[in-house]
């Protein structure tokens, strides 16, 4: 089946750095690929998503490149805010499987 | 999108009983999946629930302690059974949805479940 291999967190940056959480995928196919954000005390959101090669997700300042060459999905923000502070999780989903496959979770904290 | 309610949000149950969890979602969706996230951890794939028959269970799942209900193409039942202190994580129901020609994976606000 698919698997994610994502950054192990946490991962602390102070406010207005530059955010990359790396994500890779192995797959047979071409998955559509996303990011999901869990908020303290909340449950997931979508992020943002591709669907194929050379896609760009977009949302909230977040980006991720759908990049078949090296199998990745990284996660960047040009500057972060304490707002950011939250778990992002990369996933994949493979129609043949139809389900679809989680990473580990990165947890970014975000200082002032 | 897709809507979703699921209860309860939480509980707090006596180890050897069993919980039952609604999900109901706003629209009708093929698939439907029951997730769990124990403290700090990814999520990790139950089953997929289907309708009309019975779960796809992942391995490491079995249908004695975690069944599954689909009577229809909106709601769906996970019963944590035989509960013991392992079992305490979040719940989370999920429905996949088909927008266009893309897909998105929604979730219900998740069931906080901890055993004594």
């Known amino acids: 089946g698919d698997s994610v291999t994502q950054m192990e967190g946490p991962v602390t940056l102070s406010e207005e750095a530059f955010l990359t959480i790396n994500c890779t995928y192995t797959a047979t196919g071409y998955p559509s690929l996303f990011w999901y954000v869990q908020y303290p005390g909340e449950g997931l959101q979508l992020l943002l998503k591709a669907t194929k090669a050379d896609d760009k997700g977009s949302n909230k300042g977040f980006e991720a490149t759908y990049r078949k060459e090296t199998t990745s999905f990284h996660l960047e923000k040009g500057s972060v805010q304490v707002s950011d502070s939250a778990v992002y999780f990369c996933?994949?989903?493979?129609?043949?499987?139809?389900?679809?496959?989680f990473g580990i979770g990165t947890k970014l904290q975000v200082i002032p | 999108s897709a809507v979703i309610s699921q209860k309860p949000s939480r509980d707090i149950c006596q180890r050897g009983t069993s919980l039952t969890i609604q999900c109901q979602v706003d629209s009708q969706v093929t698939m439907m999946f029951w997730y769990r996230q124990q403290p700090g951890q990814s999520l990790t794939l139950i089953a997929t629930a289907n309708q009309g028959s019975e779960a796809t269970y992942e391995s490491g799942f079995v249908i004695d302690k975690f069944p599954i209900s689909r009577p229809n193409l909106t709601f769906s039942t996970l019963t944590v059974s035989n509960m013991s202190p392992e079992d305490s994580s979040i719940y989370l129901c999920?429905?996949?949805?088909?927008?266009?020609?893309?897909?998105?994976?929604?979730f219900g606000s998740g069931t906080q479940l901890s055993v004594l």
């Open positions: 996933a994949a989903y493979s129609g043949g499987y139809q389900k679809v496959t």
């Open positions: 999920s429905v996949l949805a088909f927008t266009g020609r893309s897909e998105k994976l929604f």
